[in-house]
């Protein structure tokens, strides 16, 4: 699998896993921790760190039209 997909990949979940109601309430709480994660690994790997951070940027940008569209604005 290449970068792009992973890429790809994680921008859909995290966009999707807000629809799900217990599952956006952890969502905040496992973004934090995953941002700590990923600035402790920039130490090692930057590039693959800064990928990963805006990949997960780039779903909580997307979570809430996605919720939107497929929900179909009732939220």
Same mark, same amino acid.
């Given at each position: 699998? !290449?970068?792009?997909?992973?890429?790809?990949?994680?921008?859909?979940?995290?966009?999707?896993?807000? +629809?799900?109601?217990?599952?956006?309430?952890?969502?905040?709480? =496992?973004? +934090?921790? =995953? =941002?700590?994660?990923?600035?402790?690994?920039?130490?090692?790997?930057?590039?693959?760190? !800064?990928?990963?951070?805006?990949?997960? &940027?780039?779903?909580?940008?997307?979570?809430?039209?996605?919720?939107?569209?497929?929900?179909? &604005?009732?939220?």
């Amino acid at each position: 699998m !290449t970068y792009e997909w992973l890429i790809v990949a994680a921008i859909v979940l995290v966009a999707v896993l807000p +629809i799900i109601k217990w599952l956006r309430r952890l969502l905040w709480a =496992f973004s +934090i921790a =995953f =941002f700590a994660m990923m600035i402790v690994h920039m130490q090692h790997n930057p590039g693959e760190a !800064t990928l990963a951070l805006g990949a997960m &940027g780039g779903g909580l940008l997307l979570a809430r039209p996605v919720r939107r569209l497929v929900l179909g &604005g009732m939220l």
